[in-house]
């Protein structure tokens, strides 16, 4: 057994792809959080880089790296498990490894078009080849054409894999949940010069990738990953995720609604909206306390544990920013007032970052482990594991605090702005001047930089937990059937 | 081993799992096409692209209790009324310039977008263009040079330099005047419009 | 029809629309957990958790002017967040009959 260094020897074919998507995905974290503290300077010194390189093209690379290194950390988690699942290889390992590098070239032109041309003349040229200027999909359509049809091919690998070797309830439910995330893509896809059809269906992409398709993917993961780490049993984790997909699709679909309150939609999405988003955090508290409820049962002892560390931050991080932060600001005698402001950004930021964040880099710390050769990742580890427990307090206390900083911009912008001022340019620059709005941009630059130093120290961490370990890892089904 | 609850059972909640799913799906999509229909462009709540040929003002509608969009007499944009295949094309104009200069990863349009520059929704009807007589001019002006024409409100915030030409610009402000037409059920909160020079 | 919250009632609003999905975990957990390890006064403050969340939807909907249908959804709230953990509990305890040993 090599122990001394990462050994592709130690992977399968699709996990040898799946860590080319990961190192992607991490590296573009750090370009994601590096263009975030450009943007969050803007707001304290506005002239930094006024005119080179603007608020609105830094706040766009911030978003979309953020997108795309979600979905790299996406794929590489399905390419990590589709062997182990289906009990096959991957029936096109090579077409696997060129559909990576198309999709990376493409994704690298992309930003170097947004960083080097950023806008375009206002004809449907700029929006094929530079920019398509709506929130989170800004890829040129050219770009969005690519992206499905590398998602095709990565459709077409796993779900060919599966049909080579068995399904399982968790393939069945993950390949039918990324149909739905590709097609809702497609929605994104057109141009309206009514830009309230325009909104009504870049929510689809958005809320329904979000609040639907990307929780019952990540459920699937955590499937997987509680019976890898843990040892969970597969019928048991099954049943879960079945009830998971019932509840988040019965409350998350409709849970729409909360965003067709003022887009000039009919008033029945007044009602919906409410009714839907009150239910929505159900599902969260039902993942929590189900959790909860298997670790107090088992006295697991796990292999990972910076994995399960980054899992339990996720079950939290999906309760607090979506459950929680998702629902002060929904109905929509309160969202008349939050709409747009700062407590989207607050909410935003926990909510991708505890959702989605967590998980990805859960199944990285899984897949470095093996990569070592399966090696010792529990307790004990030598320099008692300081750089991953750094950063994990880092990241989550970075962003928690960056979170709160918003929350308080976001309550004086609305209570100025909206509540005191009517709504106009006078009364929004009003509350931007605010001495409290103001403080909430400095502390949010000040955890903004603990959330980086936390990546930095990530990144160290990844490329060198486990070098030079001898022991082997424990083996969580052992562990689990003794416990 | 004791057996499984029926209602617990893996088989029932993979049921319950797919008739939950296409249930909501299918109201969802029942939802949808009642919602298009609404709110394409010329109906009730979104007015059709030449509504830029008219005033727009608001009313306080005690019912719905909020303020609600009316179309007033001729007031067309730029002096000069336009047909609607005429309208539809300037607005399209200004549509696009939007999406091609990024506007929104500054501004918020119907309040989504980014929360750097004020809300859009209603910038027509914005009282810092002074009066209505002059705030066509003045919208051309402050978009083809947003850096001489700043006005930041002690933020320092300026808007960047686009290279917006003089017809996107036009276009601009004709998308925004259709937008502030449309009923957005109140929001922004409490917004109060430009003072009406002759209230229709 | 909605009546916006008022101006002084935003902070309060928001708190407690927080507090209701908080304390709706609270209260679940500690459920769950009173049942688990046969603990019953985990179980007082379990209801104690509930009878915070019910505060807070008074509060909600106060501060919010719920009346007519958005009255419903606070009574939703109120049986929902009441029923829901008590289930959620059933299903963790039915989902696991099939384990062998009893922890
Ligand atoms: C992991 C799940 C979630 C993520 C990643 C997420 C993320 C976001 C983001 C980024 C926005 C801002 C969108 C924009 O740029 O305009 C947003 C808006 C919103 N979210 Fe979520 N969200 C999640 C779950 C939820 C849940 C469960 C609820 C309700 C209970 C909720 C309620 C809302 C509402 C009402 C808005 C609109 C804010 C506004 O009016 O500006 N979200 N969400
Ligand atoms: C390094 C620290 C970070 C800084 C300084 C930062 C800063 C910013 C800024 C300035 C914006 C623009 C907000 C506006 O329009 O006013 C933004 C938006 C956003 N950021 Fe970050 N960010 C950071 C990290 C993150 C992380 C770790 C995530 C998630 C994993 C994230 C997710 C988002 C999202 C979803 C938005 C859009 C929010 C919305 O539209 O409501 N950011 N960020
Ligand atoms: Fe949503």
């Known amino acids: 057994m090599n122990v001394a260094a990462f050994n592709s020897a130690n992977l399968n074919s699709g996990q040898k792809v799946a860590v080319k998507y990961f190192a992607v995905a991490m590296i573009l974290f750090l370009a994601q959080c590096l263009f975030g503290l450009l943007a969050g300077l803007q707001f304290i010194m506005p002239d930094f880089l006024y005119n080179i390189l603007d608020f609105n093209v830094n706040r766009m690379v911030h978003i979309n790296a953020m997108v795309v290194w979600m979905l790299y950390g996406f794929i590489g988690s399905v390419y990590w498990l589709v062997e182990e699942e289906s009990g096959t290889e991957l029936v096109g390992a090579k077409l696997a490894n060129l559909n990576f590098w198309i999709l990376t070239i493409a994704v690298a032109i992309v930003v170097v078009v947004y960083l080097f041309v950023q806008t375009g003349p206002g004809t449907k040229e700029t929006l094929w080849l530079i920019n398509e200027g709506r929130e989170y999909i800004e890829a040129p359509r050219w770009a969005d054409i690519g992206i499905v049809v590398c998602v095709l091919i990565f459709f077409y690998n796993v779900a060919a894999t599966f049909m080579k070797g068995k399904w399982s309830g968790i393939s069945g439910v993950l390949v039918l949940d990324l149909v739905a995330l590709a097609g809702l893509y497609l929605a994104g896809m057109f141009y309206t010069t009514n830009i309230s059809v325009d909104q009504y269906w870049w929510w689809w992409v958005i809320h329904l990738w979000v609040e639907a398709t990307w929780e019952v993917l990540v459920g699937c993961i955590m499937a997987w990953g509680l019976m890898k780490t843990l040892g969970a049993r597969r019928k048991i984790v099954t049943t879960w995720l079945y009830i998971e997909v019932a509840l988040m699709f019965g409350s998350g679909i409709l849970g729409l609604g909360h965003h067709y309150f003022w887009i000039g939609t009919p008033e029945y999405w007044l009602s919906i909206g409410g009714f839907f988003s009150a239910l929505e955090p159900i599902p969260l508290v039902a993942m929590v306390v189900h959790a909860v409820y298997d670790s107090g049962r088992h006295n697991f002892r796990n292999s990972n544990h910076p994995a399960l560390a980054w899992l339990i931050a996720h079950a939290f991080g999906n309760f607090f920013g979506a459950g929680v932060w998702g629902f002060m600001h929904t109905l929509p005698q309160i969202n008349l007032y939050t709409h747009g402001t700062q407590w989207s950004a607050s909410h935003g930021h926990l909510a991708f970052f505890g959702a989605y964040a967590t998980i990805i880099i859960a199944m990285i710390y899984i897949a470095v482990q093996k990569w070592r050769g399966d090696v010792w990742m529990s307790a004990d580890l030598p320099d008692n594991g300081w750089k991953w427990k750094w950063s994990l307090g880092l990241l989550n206390l970075g962003v928690v605090g960056m979170t709160v900083a918003l929350l308080i911009s976001g309550y004086e912008q609305s209570f100025v702005e909206r509540a005191l001022g009517g709504s106009t340019w006078a009364a929004y620059f009003s509350a931007q001047a605010t001495p409290w709005f103001m403080q909430g941009m400095h502390w949010r630059m000040l955890f903004g930089v603990m959330t980086m130093i936390g990546v930095v120290l990530l990144l160290w961490d990844l490329v060198t937990i486990g070098k030079g370990e001898t022991r082997p890892a424990i083996d969580p089904t052992i562990a689990a059937a003794t416990a | ?200 | 029809m909605i009546d916006p919250v008022a101006t002084q009632h935003i902070m309060a609003a928001a708190i407690a629309g927080a507090l209701i999905i908080l304390f709706g975990a609270v209260y679940a957990l500690l459920f769950a957990l009173s049942r688990l390890q046969q603990r019953p006064g985990l179980m007082l403050w379990a209801y104690t958790a509930y009878a915070i969340l019910i505060g807070a939807v008074w509060v909600l909907s106060t501060t919010l002017n719920l009346t007519g249908f958005w009255q419903v959804i606070a009574a939703v709230m109120v049986i929902g967040y009441f029923v829901a953990p008590r289930l959620i509990w059933h299903l963790c305890a039915g989902t696991h009959v099939s384990e062998a040993h009893t922890g």
């Not at chain 2, 104009?93 to 501004?107: E, I």
């Not at chain 2, 409490?190 to 229709?200: C, K, M, N, Y």
């Open chain 2, 1 to 200: 081993m004791a057996d499984t609850p029926w209602w617990a059972s893996e088989d029932v909640w993979r049921k319950w799992a797919i008739w939950v799913t296409a249930i909501m799906a299918v109201v969802l999509i029942f939802l949808t096409f009642d919602s298009v229909a609404t709110i394409t462009a010329g109906s009730k709540r979104v007015p059709g692209y030449d509504v830029i040929n008219k005033r727009i003002y608001y009313t306080y509608n005690a019912e719905r209790n909020m303020q609600e969009p009316v179309i007033g007499g001729d007031a067309p944009l730029f002096g000069k009324a336009l047909s609607p295949q005429e309208a539809e094309d300037l607005v399209t104009l200004g549509k696009l310039t939007v999406q091609a200069k990024n506007c929104m990863n500054c501004h918020t349009l119907l309040g989504n977008g980014a929360y750097y520059a004020p809300d859009l929704t209603k910038a027509w009807l914005d009282p810092a263009w002074g009066a209505e007589s002059v705030r066509e001019q003045l919208m051309v002006s402050f978009l083809m040079d947003p850096t001489a024409n700043a006005r930041t409100y002690g933020t320092g915030r300026r808007m960047p330099q686009l290279g917006i030409t003089e017809d996107e610009a036009r276009g601009v402000v004709a998308f925004l005047k259709w937008m502030s037409s449309i009923d957005t059920n109140g929001f922004p909160k409490g917004f109060t419009p430009i003072r009406q020079e002759d209230a229709s």
